[in-house]
């Protein structure tokens, strides 16, 4: 069996954490856990420095979204700082592929040259049109209830830890890691 890359360690490690910290963890924390793994730790180090770029391709891969980091989402705090948190609905990943589905059939534009359409035919073409323009409607929506459930879920997380101290997220990103949604 091939030895497991650094990343593949990292990112299992992720998995690992976010488990057991269902509020979510910052990435200066995210470090800490990493460097209690001693083994990890001399991977994670070259010439006496912290190997960032793994941490930050992560982050990156994370933000583009796929399979390879499915469940994990980044949302920025009030502070600004980027938290790892578990995404164990799957309504941000379902929004994200309908996302890049409707991107892509929206770019196609439903015309057949060299024929000439029957009224049933057009009403057809109409319809998945209008359906499209709706699935989009609904999609955005959907994006949004997936983020704040997430939110909910760091709040929740977060007084628990805060001794009732109100903290807000102000920014949210979705799969492709672009600002979706501020909070206040």
């Given at each position: 069996m091939a030895e497991m890359s650094t990343t593949s360690r990292v990112l299992k490690k992720l998995y690992t954490v976010l488990g057991e910290k269902s509020e979510g963890i910052t990435v200066s924390e995210f470090w800490e856990y990493l460097f209690e793994d001693k083994e990890l730790a001399k991977e994670l180090m070259f010439d006496g420095e912290r190997r960032e770029g793994i941490v930050v391709g992560l982050q990156t891969r994370i933000k583009k979204g796929g399979k390879a980091v499915e469940g994990i989402k980044i949302i920025k705090n009030v502070e600004g700082k980027n938290v790892f948190i578990l995404n164990d609905n799957n309504l941000n990943y379902l929004g994200s592929v309908t996302h890049k589905y409707i991107k892509e059939a929206t770019k196609i534009k439903l015309e057949v040259k060299d024929y000439s359409f029957s009224k049933a035919e057009q009403t057809i073409i109409n319809k998945f049109e209008k359906t499209l323009k709706e699935l989009e409607s609904t999609n955005t929506a959907l994006e949004k209830l997936a983020s704040k459930i997430e939110e909910q879920k760091v709040s929740?997380?977060?007084?628990?830890?805060?001794?009732?101290?109100?903290?807000r997220i102000s920014k949210v990103y979705d799969s492709k890691g672009r600002e979706i949604e501020k909070v206040k």
């Open positions: 929740k997380g977060s007084d628990e830890e805060s001794d009732g101290e109100d903290i």
